[in-house]
């Protein structure tokens, strides 16, 4: 199963041999067999069970991986679009692995059947958590900013000039 996909659809509550679906009907043994989970032709059925999506999320400060795990979607389409949101709000980091952290934080907190941060909301906190302090200067900032950021090793001499100049090297 791809780790940014979409399952569901019919997937009753897992237990210890049965348990019980939306619907409220007995779950299948073990073996995974639900034959009112599929229509007639053999397909899902889209109105029986709940939809849920994984999505890969950066590694946390130590490197371990991370998951964003929802669900309890009424359709695929439900999921797909709350999954492709998601993945909205990563991109919004923009390549920065600390904003991309912060942005999976900020994912990871939200609680189960409420919904994701708007993505204005998002791009606010990251512009707010980005700007310096009024008492930081430019030069420590400049400094501050390029310990914590990947940089390419042709952009690193002029940042560091221009933290020089503004120190008054």
Same mark, same amino acid.
């Given at each position: 199963?791809?780790?940014?996909?979409?399952? $569901?659809? $019919?997937? !009753?509550?897992?237990?210890?041999?049965?348990? @019980? !679906?939306?619907? $409220?009907? *007995?779950a299948a043994p073990a073996a995974g067999r639900a034959p009112w989970l599929r229509r007639p032709n053999g397909t899902w059925s889209a109105s029986h069970g709940a939809w849920h999506y994984r999505l890969e999320l950066p590694p946390d400060p130590c490197g371990r991986r991370q998951q964003l795990r929802r669900g309890g979607y009424r359709t695929h389409h439900d999921a797909l679009a709350a999954r492709d949101h998601a993945k909205a709000l990563l991109r919004l980091a923009g390549g920065d692995p600390v904003a991309a952290a912060e942005v999976a934080r900020l994912l990871q907190i939200t609680r189960h059947r409420r919904p994701l941060p708007a993505a204005d909301a998002v791009r606010h906190h990251l512009d707010a958590?980005?700007?310096? *302090?009024?008492? @930081? @200067?430019?030069?420590?900032?400049?400094?501050?900013?390029?310990?914590?950021?990947?940089v390419d090793e042709n952009t690193r001499p002029g940042v560091t000039a221009r933290a020089g100049a503004a120190r008054g090297w």
């Open positions: 199963m791809p780790l940014a996909g979409v399952h $569901g659809g $019919g997937r !009753c509550a897992p237990g210890l041999g049965r348990g @019980t !679906c939306s619907s $409220g009907a *007995a958590r980005q700007a310096p *302090a009024s008492s @930081t @200067t430019l030069a420590v900032y400049l400094e501050r900013w390029l310990a914590v950021r990947p």
